[in-house]
């Protein structure tokens, strides 16, 4: 079992330009969680995904992010014209199941792909 | 929205002693999760806690939950230097939605 997968692990953009990160779940792992961590601070929320729905994107910027979870392939975080404050970690991570009665929901992280917005 | 305070926040402590993490959160949950990360690196997960009063133990690290106070706690004993890492508390939310991490307590182990 590969666990999360995520890439670019580390990416460097030019303000203005585009970056798109990819994530991997799990084998078996439906649910999708994308985090961002900026230097020397906690997890923020950003989104939550199954496939092919965006289940809770309350965590993420109004304009310029977008994420998507197709039916084939891995998750991807998209931010548009990025500008220096986008620099941070983004952790992507996976579970198999939700809900409160569905008893403890662990996530499993990914490695991170680090941006580097010059 | 639901809000998860550690303290402290930064801990450097001597190799052998014993210490305490807390971690408070701001609705109900009983769910509480525990996650360790080295620099540079992903989040482990090391404990999970799902009801009132759960204690589970690895090692030299303990982890308590008490839903009615809205806290849990991570204790160290007989600290050692390969215990330095940030050490995460989380919380979902009752939907199962959002996991809510604490600020991170980042811990130093010194001989």
């Known amino acids: 079992n590969a666990g999360v997968m995520q890439n670019p692990r580390h990416l460097v953009r030019r303000r203005g330009q585009e970056a798109r990160l990819r994530c991997s779940p799990m084998?078996?792992?439906?649910?999708v969680y994308w985090y961002r961590q900026l230097p020397e601070e906690g997890l923020k929320f950003m989104v939550y995904?199954?496939?092919?729905?965006?289940?809770?994107e309350s965590g993420m910027p109004k304009e310029r992010f977008s994420a998507e979870f197709p039916k084939e392939g891995p998750s991807i975080l998209r931010i548009q014209q990025v500008v220096r404050g986008d620099s941070a970690a983004y952790f992507c991570?996976?579970?198999?199941?939700?809900?409160?009665?569905?008893?403890?929901?662990?996530?499993?992280f990914g490695a991170g792909s680090r941006l580097t917005v010059l | 929205e639901l809000k998860v305070e550690q303290n402290p926040l930064f801990l450097s402590m001597q190799e052998g002693k014993n210490y305490t993490i807390y971690c408070n959160y701001s609705t109900t949950s009983d769910r509480l999760y525990w996650y360790r990360q080295d620099p540079g690196k992903s989040l482990e997960s090391l404990f999970v806690l799902l009801s009132n009063g759960a204690v589970k133990q690895e090692g030299r690290l303990m982890a308590s939950l008490d839903t009615k106070a809205r806290l849990s706690t991570l204790h160290i004993t007989a600290a050692v230097h390969d215990l330095s890492a940030t050490y995460f508390c989380a919380v979902d939310s009752n939907t199962g939605n959002q996991f809510y991490f604490g600020t991170g307590t980042s811990l130093t182990v010194i001989p």
């Open positions: 995904l199954q496939k092919e729905n965006i289940i809770d």
């Open positions: 991570a996976s579970s198999p199941f939700t809900g409160q009665d569905s008893g403890a929901n662990v996530l499993t």
């Open positions: 084998k078996g792992h439906s649910h």
